[in-house]
T-cell receptor, first 116, second 114 residues
Framework: GAVVSQHPSRVICKSGTSVKIECRSL??????MFWYRQFPKQSLMLMAT?????????EQGVEKDKFLINHASLTLSTLTVTSAHPEDSSFYIC????????????FGQGTRLTVV | AQSVTQLGSHVSVSEGALVLLRCNYS??????LFWYVQYPNQGLQLLLK??????LVKGINGFEAEFKKSETSFHLTKPSAHMSDAAEYFC????????????FGRGTSLIVHP
């Protein structure tokens, strides 16, 4: 099956610094990737839809300047948490759908971000 | 709009017992339906999906689900629970209103007792 690799799996950073999370589709092209945030014991909250070569579409209430998304190629999308604060600590998950095929989204293994 | 309701945030079963995780959806058109499993600090793994065709869908690890349009349900079952089945399970729907972005239920935590 299609594989999505997310890196890093865990990161600890200091308040005020920025953190970049990468999401790669290893064996397929992904025109569209999705970024989710998951709070403990809760479901996935869609943050934004990332489209290759264009600006991301953010969900209501998600700060565009806080969570910068770049989808520069058909296999890579990045999420940068800028000026991180402790309240940004969470589990972030990316997913991707294969170009032209929308019946299944493939998920990365997630990134546990802790801001201290 | 599409939505998913998972009944019961926690389901507890004994090892070897039947597993039943409930999922109901709302959609104005035939949806795509999914069940995902999540282990602690990991991403989501697809268990099974329904898109078209046979309404009884078999997935990995002995799980299966049946799409019942009349009941707008897609319940997940497994005849005999194993300790390794303990995890968080998410039902999701997509494909309605022209959107292929999956909408997730709140999740059900499956607890398996020895």
């Amino acid at each position: 099956g299609a594989v999505v690799s997310q890196h890093p799996s865990r990161v600890i950073c200091k308040s005020g610094t920025s953190v970049k999370i990468e999401c790669r589709s290893l064996d397929f092209q992904a025109t569209t990737m999705f970024w989710y945030r998951q709070f403990p014991k809760q479901s996935l909250m869609l943050m934004a839809t990332s489209n290759e070569g264009s600006k991301a579409t953010y969900e209501q209430g998600v700060e565009k300047d806080k969570f910068l998304i770049n989808h520069a190629s058909l296999t890579l999308s990045t999420l940068t948490v800028t000026s991180a604060h402790p309240e940004d600590s969470s589990f972030y998950i990316c997913s991707a759908t294969q170009t032209g095929i929308h019946t299944e989204a493939f998920f990365g293994q997630g990134t546990r971000l802790t801001v201290v | 709009a599409q939505s998913v309701t998972q009944l019961g945030s926690h389901v507890s079963v004994s090892e070897g017992a039947l597993v039943l995780l409930r999922c109901n959806y709302s959609s104005s058109v035939p949806p795509y339906l999914f069940w995902y499993v999540q282990y602690p600090n990991q991403g989501l793994q697809l268990l099974l999906k329904y898109t078209t065709g046979a309404t009884l869908v078999k997935g990995i690890n002995g799980f299966e689900a049946e799409f019942k349009k009349s009941e707008t349900s897609f319940h997940l079952t497994k005849p005999s629970a194993h300790m390794s089945d303990a995890a968080e399970y998410f039902c999701a729907v997509s494909g309605t209103g022209g959107s292929y972005i999956p909408t997730f239920g709140r999740g059900t935590s499956l607890i398996v007792h020895p």
